[in-house]
């Protein structure tokens, strides 16, 4: 079974960073959703196996960055920039593929999610 951990949620400005992080027992394709208030789960990001390879929702682009730590199997999600639009649960995702993937029934495993909460 695997586990993903995320962490590094908060509350913060608009305008502000946040770096959020997701620890896998193991490595994978691996992506970033997220649900706000009354609405659906959304595709935010995504960073194929190698993390050679990186996907971006057209409302995120230019402002966070997915990276991956291969040694340490864990992915960054850098979000600058950030708009009270932001605010939502985050909630990290992997596939066991190595591609990326933006639709949400690819992927196999789910954490439990963090709170983001940007205040304009």
């Known amino acids: 079974q695997v586990q993903l951990v995320e962490s590094g949620g908060g509350l913060v400005q608009a305008g502000d960073s946040l770096r959020l992080s997701c620890a896998a027992s193991g490595r994978y394709a691996t992506g970033w959703f997220r649900q706000a208030p009354g609405k659906e789960r959304e595709f935010v990001a995504s960073i194929s196996w190698f993390g050679g390879s990186t996907t971006y929702a057209d409302f995120v682009k230019g402002r966070f960055t997915i990276s991956r730590d291969g040694a340490k199997n864990t992915v960054f999600l850098q979000m600058n920039s950030l708009k009270a639009d932001d605010t939502a649960v985050y909630y990290c995702?992997?596939?066991?593929?190595?591609?990326?993937?933006?639709?949400?029934?690819?992927?196999?495993?789910w954490g439990q999610g963090t709170q983001v909460t940007v205040s304009s």
């Open positions: 995702a992997a596939r066991s593929a190595a591609v990326t993937a933006t639709r949400e029934g690819l992927y196999d495993y």
